[in-house]
């Protein structure tokens, strides 16, 4: 059993830990920048344990996490169609995102966890659809 003044130091350190995570807000809209069908921004970088809130500024959208573009061991997410969500990324990489609904029009998005992201070429290797794939150019040049 930790001393009190042990398990104190623990419970500063998680909640000052806790105090550095921020949120981004991205929203999903049938015609904003880059076109129709899109996410903005469709571009974020953010830290280990920051949060983005997807918010449906236009009904009938969602954000799913694309199989295969995220780092291993991150977990799937998928929010319910026109529900505002927030998901928490805890993992460095890259993940990408889609709107389940509107993916065939070319909704994407990228989502940057961290300063150097491992999975880059793993997920620029996801075969996407012609739409999607013109969306993630330059997306993808965005990644530092």
Not at 14 to 42: H, R, W
Not at 57 to 79: C, Q, R, S, V, Y
């Amino acid at each position: 059993m930790p001393r009190p003044a042990t398990l104190f130091a623990i419970l500063l350190i998680g909640s000052i830990t806790g105090a550095n995570a921020s949120e981004v807000a991205i929203k999903t809209l049938n015609s904003g920048p880059g076109g129709m069908m899109v996410f903005d921004p469709a571009f974020v970088k953010i830290q280990p344990g920051d949060t983005v809130r997807f918010v449906p500024a236009d009904k009938g959208h969602n954000a799913e996490l694309i199989k295969g573009m995220a780092p291993e061991g991150a977990t799937p997410f998928k929010t319910v169609v026109g529900k505002e969500e927030a998901v928490t990324f805890d993992k460095p990489g890259l993940y990408g995102i889609k709107c389940s609904p509107h993916y065939i029009m070319g909704m994407v998005g990228l989502v940057q966890v961290g300063d150097r992201p491992e999975n880059l070429e793993a997920a620029r290797a996801v075969p996407q659809n012609k739409l999607a794939a013109k969306r993630f150019e330059p997306l993808f040049e965005k990644v530092q």
